[in-house]
């Protein structure tokens, strides 16, 4: 079993069960963590950049291409509704792990960064017009940053950020003074890619539409790490990416309510989009085809079905518990090190830890700890006004997944306290 | 796999803790600013070059060790060096650091800058030991500015890819 029920007593006697990951079992799923780097046990920590992928994920793709690929939507034949079948049980799969309310405001793309300019397009270029403000946080990735600013330039617009404070968290006050009549937009990260903060999004969006602001999510950083309510947050887009999540990459999503999708205009045109062309006039599908013009990455979609399928097995909660675990523990050692330094200490973070240590470059130290087989990121994360803001010119990222152990921390910690020895 | 001791040798980490010839030459009759936007590396040359003939050269800016060291080492290598001289040694360590160039078997000049030959098995910190030469050889064509993406890269194949 890969979550096992233990029973934990409290300081008053008191008995509770609670759902543990079995990291062994879980470790066995993914075979790429046997791989050896330089010789060394892999060590992977970049998950922020890309999860790996467990073998039920990898058996579904063996087996889609073996035995159910054909184009879909168009023949009778029975592979064609074989792999529509499959694919559009991969859309079901998104929407209830999104707890959405119809499976027609799950959009596949390519990814986030597709599914946001999608918004850009559909949204923005029918309801921004000159002079309208559009709120961006000082966090996000340049993702959810180049779009809006494409945008402005176009239309005359205005982005407005919102700042952060030392933690990297954001400034609330500053947020709710930043509305006003010309606000149209607002378009902010769940979890921040470089620093790991988790935006307290479900006021943010009830601020927001209290002046009837509509609000995207970026989720890439926050759908692998905890469970999604978007009825509950009450976000208006949603975007996220397979192969951040143990999926392969190539796929994508982008959550919309179906209201707003219905008036926006098409991304792209092709097939797939339409209800019928002739050279006068395309009627358009409905949604979610309308915007899933051309044939769609099928196997990756029926993929991310899996990793759904896969990452529920363990519970996304017990994956949220596990990782602050990990978190916790990464902290309490990368602190205790003199002369390295945490960039982003906010009270609520998912399992990234950047840090900088004093006098060393992050690529000196990427490739210091790539000898010992540790895979971390270093650089500015796509994310440079938050490096800005932090005066530095990169960091060295690790983030974690729930395969990842206290043993590879140690590992990170070793490889530090080398690199430091080295640059002495 | 290079082993780490032998990229991050003695000589690199000193030059990168006490770099030569840091600063900036005032009126200077060439200069050049060449940055990586991949990792942030910024490095600005400055030179007199009287008679085709390096008299005298300077860097300033930030970067990783590799980046520091391969300035400040530059500096040392071609100052007093003619303009030809130097443009062959700017080849020279391209051909190293690319892996083109065979030091075992091919004559060169490079003498102690060696020591960055272990950067061709490190794709992506190729472009951290070229830029300041990178930077060298647009401050003798008068480019102000380089960058190590896009077309001023005089370096095949070692384009890096971002998250």
Redesign the interface.
Known sequence: MKVERMTVEGMNGERTDIDRINIDQVRADFPILNLKV??KPLVYLDNA?SSQMPQPVIDRIVRYQSQEHANIHRAVHYLSELATKEFEAARIKVQHFLKAKESREIIFTRGTTEAINLVMHGYGRAFIGKGDEIILSALEHHSNIVPWQMLAQEKGAVLRVIPMNDAGELLIDEFEALFNAKTKFLALSHVSNALGTVNPVKAMIAFAHRHGVPVLLDGAQAAPHQSLDVQDMDCDFYAFSGHKMCGPTGIGVLYGKAQLLEKMQPYQGGGDMILSVTFEKTTYNVIPYKFEAGTPPIMAAIALGAAIDYLNGIGLSNIEAYEKELLDYATEKVSALNGVRIIGTAAKKAAVLSFEING?????VG??LN?DGIAI??????AQPV?QRFGV??TARASFAFYNTKDEIDKLVDGIRKVQE??S | MTDMRQLYQEVILDHNRKPRNFGAIPGANRHAEGHNPLCGDHIKLSMNVLEDKIETIAFEGEGCAICKASASMMTGAVKGKTVPDAEIMIEEFRGMATGTLDLDIEANHLGKLKVFAGVKDLPSRVKCAILPWHTLHAALHAEFSVSTEGEADPVPGTTIGEE
């Not at chain 1, 990121?377 to 796509?382: D, F, K």
């Open positions: 330089s010789g950049a060393v470059h992050p690529h000196d490739t210091i000898d990121r270093t650089g500015h994360h796509c490096m010119p990169a080295m640059f």
